[in-house]
């Protein structure tokens, strides 16, 4: 695997399969002629491109103003790539009434999907393994992939860690349980893999699975990671929901290499584990500040400096931002790194006191010397 820009293929294996969900802002929907969804012209264009149109049924944004075009399974092929460009391209041309220009703003996300066969090998013990080594590698590297998945200087949507927008969707959701559409997971996943009690497919609903999907009943599918799809037979899929939307084809392609490169690391590290020497035990290291956790994410992920810098870069422009203001209270796997916490403490204590502090501790060295030095405890140097 290598990233290449462009409509250059990145060399994944031949087993990845993936699909993408592409949300704007300020799109005309209407019956007109203008129109992305009803023309005449952009219905050919959508037909020959095998993309399709999400309704406000299955999408509350497009109800709201906006659009969401779900793409065709994809290859990492150069055609794909170019078919990738191409509607980007196209939904910018039908504007709404919010504005002149049509926008992937706040209210919008990109969403990755992978046929989950990604994650399986030729035995079952292997797909196990793989499987397990995914959902490990999520929970640990999790808060870091939330502030490596968008483009630089960009930090990701505040409705993905709280829930924005539309009172009333935002009602139904709160009583659904969803705090934000692209919730962490980490803290249960390894709770879960601990306690050796982790459900990786929702069949609460039996047959009225589908019916109840198209109106978002299942809460779990705003996970940050996505499994409900694991092992249904129409749609067998994991899906990354936290990149922010946007209309640049380029950061798309880098946040499927970013997702595509996670899933590989699983695979190696269960088919081909030497390969990796001791990068992987040096990613679980909690001994560590955030700064070191992320340069052992991004040596076991990629072999490439110039990939590393990419995605250092990205984490390096939001990893103060807002958004991620007491992270550690919002769902994502514990103590995997150090905070900064002395840090802050240190900041907010007043130079006095800790002069204060330090002197009381010297007087009390010379004070203890003193005694030892008098009951003839301290021997000379040998």
Request: charged share 30%; proline share 3%.
């Amino acid at each position: 695997m290598k990233y290449t820009e462009g409509k250059k293929e990145l060399e994944l294996p031949r087993v990845y399969r993936f699909g993408i969900e592409l949300e704007a802002f300020n799109v005309n929907t209407g019956f007109n002629r203008n129109s992305l969804y009803h023309s005449k012209e952009s219905n050919e264009f959508l037909n020959q491109h095998r993309w399709k149109k999400a309704n406000f049924l299955e999408e509350s944004l497009v109800g709201e103003g906006g659009a969401e075009l779900i793409s065709p399974i994809l290859y990492d092929k150069a055609e794909d790539w170019q078919n990738l460009q191409e509607v980007c391209a196209r939904m910018q041309k039908y504007p709404g009434k919010h504005g002149k220009e049509v926008v992937a703003d706040e209210k919008c996300g990109c969403h990755i999907h992978f046929d989950s066969r990604v994650l399986s090998g030729k035995t079952k013990e292997e797909s196990q393994a793989i499987m397990a080594n995914f959902l490990s590698l999520w929970a640990e590297s999790e808060e870091l992939m939330y502030k490596m998945c968008n483009d630089v200087n960009d930090p990701i949507r505040a409705g993905a860690l709280n829930v924005k927008g539309n009172p009333i969707h935002r009602l139904s959701l709160a009583l659904q349980g969803v705090t934000g559409m692209a919730m962490p997971t980490g803290k249960k996943i390894h709770e879960a893999i601990q306690n050796n009690t982790l459900k990786v497919s929702y069949q609460k609903f039996g047959r009225m699975k589908r019916a109840v999907a198209k109106l978002k009943l299942d809460n779990r599918r705003y996970a940050g990671l996505n499994l409900t799809n694991l092992g249904n037979p129409d749609k067998n899929t994991i899906e990354f929901r936290i990149s922010n939307g946007t209309l640049d084809p380029e950061v798309i392609k880098q946040n499927i290499y970013l997702y595509a490169s996670l899933i590989e690391t699983a695979r190696t590290m269960a088919l081909e584990p030497e390969k990796l020497g001791d990068k992987v035990e040096q990613f679980y290291r909690t001994d560590v500040d955030e700064t070191t956790k992320l340069e052992n994410l991004l040596n076991l992920l990629f072999y490439n400096e110039q990939e590393q810098d990419m995605y250092r870069k990205r984490w390096e422009s939001v990893r103060n931002a807002e958004v991620f203001k007491d992270n550690d209270k919002k769902g994502f796997a514990p103590n995997r790194f150090q905070r900064e916490e002395f840090e802050q403490i240190a900041k907010k204590t007043p130079a006095t006191m800790v002069k204060q502090a330090f002197a009381r501790l010297k007087t009390m060295m010379q004070e203890k010397i003193r005694d030892n030095l008098g009951k003839g405890q301290l021997g000379s140097e040998r």
